[in-house]
């Protein structure tokens, strides 16, 4: 069964950074693109990036461009985001996703 499990958020002050990561298991990690995507309360869900299956390419939400960095160790089914330059519009939970499947989130908090 796949799975998916975020973890590294928290509270941060503006201009403050996180890395959040994800743990997969249950399918073939290295076979698949893997997504960032991010939900605020009372808004959809926001794609905020993603990678491909090696790792050679990855495309960025213009929003996040030049703060985020996705990245991913597949010898460790994890997959990474780096977080710099944190804004309060950057609150939101934020999931990992290969396909329809997403893991429960993890809570991020821009805040002074």
């Known amino acids: 069964q796949e799975q998916l499990v975020e973890s590294g958020g928290g509270l941060v002050r503006p201009g403050g950074s996180l890395r959040l990561s994800c743990a997969a298991s249950?399918?073939?990690?290295?076979?698949?693109?893997m997504d960032w995507v991010r939900q605020s309360p009372g808004q959809g869900l926001q794609w905020v990036s993603d990678?491909?299956?090696?790792?050679?390419?990855?495309w960025y939400a213009d929003a996040v461009k030049g703060r985020f960095t996705i990245s991913r160790d597949n010898a460790k089914n994890t997959l990474y985001l780096q977080m710099n330059n944190l804004g309060p519009e950057d609150t939101s939970v934020y999931y990992c996703?290969?396909?329809?499947?997403r893991g429960p989130g993890t809570q991020v908090t821009v805040s002074s």
């Open positions: 990678i491909t299956p090696r790792g050679d390419a990855a």
């Open positions: 249950g399918f073939t990690f290295s076979s698949f693109t």
């Open positions: 996703r290969e396909g329809t499947v």
